[in-house]
C-alpha cells in the first residue's frame, strides 16, 4: 500500500480535484447534527465531525430509487445507468467505511447480486478520515475502528499533516492529478502517526463484550428484557433508517393511470414496522413490538454472525443518538449478559 | 438587432472587474457583476448569462472551484460556458492547474494577467459568435 502525506494547509487544494472523480459528498453541518453533502465551500466541510445523521448507505442503497420502468410498447427499461454516477464520497469514518464492506457482503458478494447497489458501489470514491470516538462510539468493540479495505484514500490526522493510505488505483489517479501537493512521509510521521493510533484506541468511553454473544443471546431469548424493550418501543424505525448495515427494503411498483405501465420502486424498510412481517391473509408474523425489538437485535448480533461470522452492527453509535425511547443497545446488551452498568450516555431505563 | 448576449463576471478584485467590464461593455455585451461564489450562482441563476468569467481565489482560495461546480450540477446552468480566468497557476505552482488541466470542468482555463483580445476572441468563440457578429452589436 503506497503512503503519503499531504500538509493540511493543501487540503482545500486536493480536495478540488475531486469533482474530475465525480460529484463530492463531505461531511457539513445540517441542523444540530452533520450530512454528507454537497460543500459549496471549503469552509463548509468538517473535518472533525463526531457522526453523521445518516450513513454513507444512502449513497448506495437509496431511500427510494426507481429500478425499472414497464410499459407496453418500449418493455422494460432499468435504472442503472442513474445508479452509475460518479460521485466521491470525502471524509467517512473507518466504521462507516466497515458498514459499506458489510452491505457488500449481502449485495454484491452473496448469491443474489443487486446491479444496483453494485454499479453505485464501483462509481463511488471513497476517501476515509480518522475520528476521535466519543461517548456512543464503540466501533473498537466491534473490531470496526479501522479499515484496510473499501476506501480509495484514507486520510490519518498526524498534526500539521494527513497521512494518506493510497488503497486502490483510482485513489492513486486522485494523488497523480493532484500535481505535488502530497509527499513522502517521514519516519516522524510514521511515529506520530501509530501514537495518536494508539491514543484513539485507548479514548472508547463505551465497549461491548462480544465474546459468547450469539450463544448468550440464544439462551437469552424469553427474556423479559425483550418486553421491556417493546413497552418502551415506539416501532418509529429511526434506529434502521440510521443504520449502516440495516438493508431492508420494500419494493412497490407504482402503476400509471391507464394501469399498465409503471415504475418499480424500491425503499427502505425497517423491522420494527407493524407491517414488516405482515402477509397475504391478514398474518402477522411479528405483531408484538416487543417481538420486533428482539428480532432486530437477534439479526444484527446472532443471526448476522451465523450467516457472516461477525455481527452487522459497526458501534457507531447512531441508533443510540437517535432513539426517542432512549433505548441503548450497549445497556441492552449489557443487561442481556447479566452485566448491567450505567452507559455514559444511556437515560434510566426504567425512565 | 438581436439582444445583446450577457457575460456574468464573478471575481473579488473590484479593480480586475471594473477592466473586463469595460473591455466587455465596449465590445457590445452586457455585463453583470458578483464579487463571491455564492452570490455569482444566485445572479447566474437570476439573469441566465450567455457566459460566465470565473475566478477562483475569492473569499476562500479555492472557492471559485466549488463554485464551478455548482454551475455544472445546476440544470439551468450546466451548459453555459465557464471561463476560469484566475492566478492560482502562478500562486500555487505545486498544484496541477495549468492552463491545459483537464480535470478542471471548464471550457477554459486562462492565467491572470489576462490578455484582453485573447478573452474577448474565446468569449466570442465560446457564445458562438464570428468576429463579425459581436462587431455589429459594439456600441459607437
Redesign the interface.
Known amino acids: 500500500m503506497k503512503i503519503l502525506k499531504i500538509p493540511k494547509q493543501?487540503l482545500?487544494?486536493f480536495?478540488?480535484?475531486l469533482?474530475?472523480f465525480g460529484?463530492?459528498y463531505a461531511p457539513v453541518r445540517r441542523g444540530t447534527g452533520y450530512a454528507f453533502d454537497?460543500?459549496?465551500?471549503?469552509?463548509d466541510v468538517h473535518m472533525d465531525y463526531p457522526r453523521t445523521i445518516l450513513p454513507p448507505k444512502k449513497f448506495m442503497l437509496p431511500p427510494r430509487e426507481a429500478t425499472f420502468s414497464f410499459d407496453p410498447v418500449k418493455g422494460f427499461q432499468d435504472k442503472l445507468a442513474d445508479a452509475a454516477k460518479p460521485t466521491v464520497l470525502f471524509g467517512v469514518h473507518a466504521y462507516d467505511i466497515y458498514g459499506l464492506n458489510i452491505l457488500d457482503r449481502v449485495f454484491a458478494q452473496g448469491p443474489y447480486k443487486d446491479p444496483y447497489y453494485i454499479a453505485r458501489r464501483q462509481a463511488t470514491a471513497i476517501i476515509g478520515v480518522d475520528f476521535q470516538p466519543d461517548k456512543n462510539h464503540f466501533a473498537r468493540s466491534m473490531s470496526a475502528d479501522w479499515v484496510d479495505t473499501g476506501f480509495d484514500l484514507f486520510l490519518s490526522d498526524i498534526g500539521d499533516s494527513y497521512l494518506i493510505l493510497v488503497g486502490t488505483s483510482r485513489g492513486d489517479d486522485i494523488v497523480l492529478?493532484?500535481?505535488?501537493?502530497t509527499e513522502k512521509p517521514t519516519e516522524v510521521d510514521i511515529a506520530e502517526y501509530k501514537r495518536r493510533a494508539n491514543e484513539r484506541r485507548e479514548a472508547y468511553q463505551t465497549r461491548i463484550e462480544l465474546e459468547e454473544l450469539p450463544e448468550i443471546l440464544e439462551m437469552e431469548y424469553y427474556n423479559k428484557v425483550w418486553e421491556e424493550m417493546g413497552a418502551r418501543c415506539l416501532s418509529c424505525g429511526s434506529c434502521s433508517m440510521v443504520c449502516p448495515t440495516c438493508y431492508c427494503f420494500d419494493v412497490t411498483d407504482e402503476v400509471n393511470l391507464g394501469t399498465r405501465a409503471g415504475t418499480r420502486i424500491r425503499q427502505w424498510d425497517s423491522c420494527l414496522f407493524k407491517t414488516h412481517a405482515l402477509v397475504a391473509g391478514g398474518e402477522n408474523f411479528r405483531a408484538a413490538r416487543a417481538s420486533r425489538v428482539k428480532f432486530r437485535f437477534y439479526h444484527k448480533q446472532r443471526g448476522f454472525v451465523a450467516e457472516y461470522g461477525r455481527p452487522s452492527c459497526i458501534g457507531c453509535g447512531r441508533c443510540i443518538e437517535v432513539c426517542p425511547a432512549k433505548i441503548d443497545i450497549v445497556s441492552v446488551i449489557e443487561s442481556i449478559r447479566g452485566e448491567r452498568h450505567e452507559h455514559a450516555s444511556s437515560a434510566s431505563p426504567s425512565a | 438587432m438581436s439582444e445583446p448576449k450577457t457575460v456574468l463576471v464573478i471575481d473579488d478584485d473590484h479593480d480586475f472587474v471594473a477592466a473586463i467590464e469595460a473591455l466587455l461593455t465596449s465590445s457590445g455585451y452586457r455585463v453583470a457583476t458578483a464579487s463571491n461564489g455564492r452570490e455569482g450562482l444566485q445572479e447566474a441563476k437570476k439573469i441566465q448569462p450567455d457566459l460566465i468569467l470565473l475566478d477562483v481565489m475569492m473569499t476562500e482560495r479555492t472557492e471559485g472551484f466549488f463554485t464551478l461546480q455548482e454551475v455544472r450540477r445546476i440544470p439551468s446552468l450546466s451548459r453555459i460556458p465557464v471561463i476560469v480566468i484566475s492566478s492560482i497557476y502562478t500562486d500555487q505552482p505545486v498544484f496541477r492547474v495549468s492552463p491545459e488541466a483537464g480535470w478542471l470542468p471548464a471550457d477554459l482555463f486562462l492565467p491572470k494577467p489576462v490578455e484582453p483580445v485573447r478573452l474577448l476572441e474565446e468569449a466570442r468563440r465560446l457564445m458562438g459568435e464570428s468576429s463579425q457578429t459581436a462587431a455589429a452589436g459594439r456600441k459607437p
Open positions: 493543501n482545500d487544494l480536495v478540488s480535484v469533482p474530475a460529484d463530492v454537497r460543500p459549496s465551500l471549503w469552509s492529478l493532484s500535481g505535488c501537493l
